[in-house]
């Protein structure tokens, strides 16, 4: 069965600061990996997804994603926090083998402080 | 262009009974995925259609199903509700397949439907 951990249920950054929120994840087959936003009040967002190249994935809102495959871990990235990134972040998993259906994550909560 | 839509927004039913959740895609996209966010469970995948097919499901009883128009609009329906499907019902559509697609394939979400069952 395909898994994803999310081992931080909060993040608390700067404003500023770089950001790193953390997704490991297990699954048969190749992974296809993804990012999600939630803000308050407010329904989910795509945030960017790594299906298949380049390790280093952009998306959106100046955020980024680097895939690991021995480490198995696709790590949501920001060089510069802005209070308006908080919110809650999750991480979801897919695979090319079976039939392909998306976990998700537990989800961090991602505060940004003034 | 016009985003997903859900209707209705807001629900309240009482155990025993069934509920039918309507999902609009965006133009243009062939599939819809359903998802389930509660605050115990988090956010669970339910199932997704595309082309009017069932292409994946997730691991829920057979209470919960659904389906696809061919204009792509999609229905999930609950029967026999339980407390426990009190829930916030979401549902994506994206041109393909939401695990799969191309790199710049964006899966989109609507507002979703607030279930609460009594």
């Known amino acids: 069965a395909q898994s994803v951990a999310q081992p931080e249920d909060q993040v608390n950054v700067a404003e500023g600061n770089p950001l790193t929120v953390k997704c490991t994840y297990s699954?048969?087959?190749?992974?296809?990996l993804f990012w999600y936003v939630q803000y308050p009040n407010r329904g989910l967002q795509f945030l960017l997804k790594?299906?298949?190249?380049?390790?280093l994935v952009k998306g959106s809102y100046g955020f980024e994603a680097e895939f690991n495959k021995s480490q198995t871990s696709f790590h949501l990235k920001k060089p510069s926090a802005l209070v308006s990134d908080s919110a809650l972040y999750f991480c979801?998993?897919?695979?090319?083998?079976?039939?392909?259906?998306?976990?998700f994550g537990t989800g961090t909560k991602l505060q940004v402080i003034p | 262009k016009a985003g997903v839509t859900q209707t209705p927004r807001y629900l309240i039913k009482t155990r025993g009974q069934q509920v039918t959740l309507s999902c609009s895609p965006i133009?243009?996209?062939?599939?819809v995925s359903w998802y389930q966010q509660t605050p115990g469970q988090g956010l669970q995948f339910l199932f997704e259609?595309?082309?009017?097919?069932?292409?994946n499901k997730g691991n829920f009883p057979g209470r919960f199903s659904g389906r696809q128009f061919s204009n792509s609009r999609s229905e999930m329906n609950v029967s026999t509700l339980e407390l426990g499907d009190s829930a916030l019902y979401l549902c994506?559509?994206?041109?393909?397949?939401?695990?799969?697609?191309?790199?710049?394939?964006?899966?989109?979400f609507g507002p979703g439907t607030r279930l609460t069952v009594l």
């Open positions: 994506a559509s994206s041109k393909g397949l939401a695990g799969v697609g191309t790199s710049t394939d964006t899966q989109y």
């Open positions: 699954v048969s087959g190749n992974p296809y």
């Open positions: 790594y299906i298949t190249g380049d390790n």
């Open positions: 979801a998993v897919s695979s090319s083998g079976g039939y392909q259906k998306v976990t």
């Open positions: 133009s243009g996209h062939r599939s």
């Open positions: 259609y595309f082309s009017e097919t069932q292409r």
